[in-house]
């Protein structure tokens, strides 16, 4: 019963690790930036949906808020911003959106001061129970959009005509150019996606977890380790890698000695993974030497 709770609370919080993870794969396959500010879009996201909440507003009216809310911020970096770094190197890519993230911080602690806040939609009230183990509706949610988020752009990237853009541009962009592939529109397009998914993640993670905007914008180092697991090429490795991550930082907690290693969990986890993928090229430097 017990460890069938850890592994519920574990996999619906993976879910949210995954979701983050796979935003950040598609953006980086699609620009080549990798988005550390991606966690402060869920955030900002997830406040505002609260604020929606507290104006005393229909609880659709917050998923969609967030949902808008993170496209929104997503969209406006990638369209203003992002553009004038392209030429970048990609270490540059990603530092310039930590400046992001730190603005978005900002914002939020001005608009809203530290205070416990607690944003409840309507899926936390109903609950099935599964192998006498109670779950919420927004538990289940999270589970299966993950998993419908893969598949759904698994198959837009292969069969559709704006997937198979957002795969050449990400192969090379100069040469997307010349093949008449507007970059502007199929950028703008990914980062577009990549907010949705962190306007979502971000309220799912504010109900779930904790509504502080400075958890849920550190959200983005699991993320960021689910999508090493991914190669931060392969969005149902990445899948696999938040749930695993979730899972075993849940566990972690069961046991006092190990609670402390759970904080870690993404790290060690992120750093096994780029381990083993590097162990074929060390064979191959050791039968060339």
Known sequence: ?????FLVSGLAVGSLYALG???LVILRNSTGVLNFAY???????????????????????AWLSAVLTGIGLSVVYGRFLAPSLHWREPAVKAIATLGYMLILLGVMGVFWEDALRK?????????IT?????????????FVV??????????YQRRSRTGLNMRALADNRSHAALLGIPIVKTETLAWGISGALAGFTGLIFGSLVRLEPTVITFMVIPAVAAAVCGRLTSLPLTLAGGLFIGVVESMLT????????????????AALVILWMQRGQKLTFAKEA
């Open 254 to 269: 069961l046991y006092k000695p190990a609670a402390g290693l759970r904080t870690m969990a993404p790290f060690l986890i």
């Open 39 to 61: 966690g402060a879009i869920a955030a900002f996201a997830a406040m505002f949906a609260w604020q929606v909440s507290e104006w005393g507003l229909p609880g659709i009216f």
């Open 21 to 23: 993870g796979i935003g």
């Open 119 to 127: 944003i409840s939609l309507p899926s936390d009230k109903i609950a």
């Open 1 to 5: 019963m017990v460890y069938g709770l």
């Open 130 to 142: 599964i192998l006498g183990v109670r779950v919420t509706l927004t538990r289940i949610i999270a």
């Open 146 to 155: 993950s998993i419908l988020v893969v598949i759904g752009m698994v198959t």
